[in-house]
């Protein structure tokens, strides 16, 4: 029931498809994040309207907010979100990093400037000087909004099998681009110790994971931060178990993405689906394209959304400016979603956003709180319409594999790349 074949190829770039139960995708492609299973204020007419390929759930959030067991009573999260097509869940190993060393280091995964070499050699602790992540052999320990949460690879496959996605991953632990050598390494053995373990929970009593009557598929995770040699070994480690996929996480520097990505997929057999962990901004999509990834997932859509930028072929629009209080043009002229088929204009989302900022509209803070009934009709319309252009930029891409027009179509997003 789990099939990935890829179809076309421009150099090293290629499109494929991936079929799962829950139907079958073109690659490359962008799962859209919906950490608690579901879109961000989306209702269920708007998951329809904004209509994403795949979407990507955090078995993390969904555990700390004990979700886990109403889920798999409902069935998983097919029937618990009423999204009916392909849904991935990610193991918790991004929330290593992000309560972790991301807030000692105040960085994020990719590393926005060059830093000198000698910083990232410093000895670091054992441990993030922080009480919020203890990392052992065994698993992980969260301190997370005053509670302790503990997660094994053995744990987060279990949570994960529970959840019912058709893609899941195995728990690991993502580094910070601050990170020294001495310390990426002992991570990367110890997260490739976890990927054996997550193998092994993942066919206990199957050969392949069956939830709820469908054919589960587990992705191995490369890591290694910044270094090529840990990259390579870390690629040709995971590419040698019996995985379905492969994940690339970690940390990146920005002017090394390309390097990185070539040495994470030096050992990965090509017959097999590669994805990029958080990673969507365009700029680096095209990169990744042109490297050989198959899939991504990013929050930009639906976080700038929220944020009031909008996404067009030439350029970016921060819809809450001034200039747009009088626009009566579409957000993109040649766009194809919901809300520019309505004619909603540029000045009409404007004033929305104007008018819930003057209102004091905010997102709920719970997100399973009357989950089908969001606050802002500003931040739905900009999050649907984001949406279509990043599954559009899909389809673009596709085409232009196929037609071995790559180059052309990343001139024509000129305003992402420069």
């Known amino acids: 029931m789990f099939e990935f074949k890829f179809e076309n190829n421009y150099k090293k770039a290629r499109t494929g498809f991936l079929k799962t139960p829950h139907g079958k995708i073109k690659t490359p492609n962008l799962a859209i994040v919906a950490t608690h299973g579901r879109i961000k204020l989306l209702n269920k007419t708007d998951h329809l309207r904004a209509n994403p390929d795949l979407i990507i759930a955090n078995a993390f959030h969904l555990f700390v907010n004990k979700k886990v067991s109403e889920i798999k009573k ?89 959840l019912g996605a058709d893609i899941i991953f195995a728990f690991d632990e993502c580094t910070s681009p601050l990170h020294s ?45 910044i270094y090529k040699d840990l990259r390579r070994k870390s690629s040709k480690f995971i590419g040698s178990l019996d995985f379905d996929g492969f994940g690339i996480g970690g940390s990146f520097g920005e002017k090394k993405m390309k390097e990185v990505l070539q040495w994470s997929l030096a050992g990965l057999p090509e017959n097999k689906p590669r994805h990029l962990l958080g990673i969507g901004k365009i700029k680096d999509i095209f990169i990744a394209v042109q490297e050989g990834i198959d899939l991504f997932d990013c929050v930009v859509p639906t976080r700038e959304a929220r944020h009031g930028v909008l996404y067009t072929k030439a350029g970016k629009l921060s819809i809450e400016k001034g200039i747009f209080a009088r626009d009566k043009k579409l957000i993109d002229k040649n766009c194809g979603c919901w809300v520019c088929r309505q004619g909603i204009t540029r000045q009409e989302i404007h004033h929305l956003f104007k008018e819930e900022r003057l209102n004091s509209v905010k997102i709920r803070v719970n997100p399973f ?44 997003y000129y305003h992402y790349i420069k």
């Not at 097509?85 to 280091?105: A, E, Y």
């Not at 992540?133 to 279990?158: A, D, Q, R, Y």
């Not at 490739?192 to 995770?221: D, M, P, T, V, Y």
């Not at 389809?395 to 024509?412: F, P, T």
Request: glycine content about 8%.
């Open 181 to 225: 050598y001495a310390y990426t390494k002992k991570a990367i053995e110890r997260t490739h110790r976890w990927a054996i373990r997550c193998l092994k929970e993942f066919k206990a009593n199957s050969q392949r994971s069956i939830i709820n009557g469908h054919q589960q598929a587990l992705f191995g995770i490369v890591q290694g931060g």
């Open 74 to 162: 409902a069935g998983g999260l097919h029937q618990w979100s009423g999204f009916k097509k392909l849904i991935m869940t990610d193991s918790g190993g991004f929330q290593v990093f992000s309560l972790g060393w991301g807030q000692i280091h105040k960085t994020g995964k990719i590393l926005k400037k060059e830093i000198n070499k000698k910083l990232i050699s410093i000895n670091q602790p054992k441990q993030p000087r922080s009480t919020s992540v203890k990392i052992s052999e065994h698993g992980v320990i969260f301190n997370f909004e005053g509670k302790k949460f503990e997660l094994t690879p053995e744990k987060s496959i279990k949570i994960q099998k529970d």
């Open 369 to 412: 709180s009357n989950p089908y009934k969001s606050v802002s009709k500003a931040k739905r319309l900009s999050t649907i319409h984001n949406i279509y252009f990043f599954k559009n930029l899909f389809r673009e891409i596709r085409e232009a594999i196929v037609n071995k027009q790559l180059e052309k179509l990343e001139k024509e």
